[in-house]
């Protein structure tokens, strides 16, 4: 079975700084897919960014963007010129790319919560 | 836009009651699926449904049951409910075949409930 593991509880920034949140992830699949999820207080979970494990390229979004490291199965996103709207709960989770019954389910981390100061 | 409408935003429930969590999704999505959240634990499948009348349990499917009579709506039934199950309740929809393995899951806004 794939675990996440988001070893960081609580994290801080400080407004216009960079932050990583970091993510490592257990499976013996070559092929799958990763995302990272925001969870603000009103608790709608949003897709920050999605990798797929077969591309080299990291993926970018605008101010966010993952440093994926496939053989370390690390997964790390990073945050660039911190908003306050960033600070939520952000969320790793994997899935594999095999595409019948509950392989298609995400698999989560603990998740981050990160505050944003002024 | 993908919309995942849970009924309730929060419910208070008594020991031994049977709950019913409704979850209705707008884009004809496959698949279905029912988290729990509690902290430190992240989020936690309960069961899964990949089409209508088809379920799978998840990781933590116990004391819970689920019915999806029709493609829209995927319904979480606690037979009776228990303290160790208060908690946050998320559902959640995503396509099927070829456009699954990539495609996000949308999420409903959650259900808070406590049981006393």
């Known amino acids: 079975a794939q675990t996440v593991t988001q070893s960081q509880p609580e994290m801080s920034v400080q407004e216009a700084e960079t932050v990583t949140l970091s993510c490592t992830y257990d499976t013996s699949e070559s092929d799958y897919y990763l995302f990272w999820y925001k969870q603000p207080p009103s608790r709608q979970m949003i897709l920050v960014i999605r990798q797929e494990a077969y591309k080299q390229q990291n993926a970018t979004e605008n101010r966010f963007s993952v440093n994926f490291q496939k053989a370390a199965k690390s997964f790390s996103l990073k945050i660039s010129d911190s908003q306050l709207g960033d600070a939520a709960m952000y969320f790793c989770?994997?899935?594999?790319?095999?595409?019948?019954?509950?392989?298609?389910?995400?698999?989560f981390g603990t998740g981050t919560r990160l505050q944003v100061t002024l | 836009d993908v919309k995942v409408t849970q009924s309730s935003r929060y419910l208070v429930k008594r020991t031994g009651e049977k709950v019913f969590l409704e979850c209705v999704q707008d884009?004809?999505?496959?698949?279905m699926f029912w988290y729990r959240q509690d902290p430190g634990l992240g989020l936690r499948l309960i069961y899964f449904?990949?089409?209508?009348?088809m379920k799978e349990k998840g990781d933590i499917p116990e004391g819970y049951s689920v019915s999806r009579e029709k493609k829209e709506r995927f319904s979480l039934i606690l037979e009776s409910a228990s303290t160790n199950q208060t908690s946050m309740y998320l559902c959640a929809s995503s396509l099927w075949g070829t456009g699954s393995r990539r495609s996000p899951l949308h999420f409903g806004n959650g259900t808070r409930l406590t049981v006393t």
């Open positions: 449904s990949y089409d209508v009348k």
């Open positions: 884009m004809d999505h496959e698949n």
């Open positions: 989770a994997y899935r594999s790319a095999t595409n019948t019954g509950t392989a298609s389910k995400l698999t």
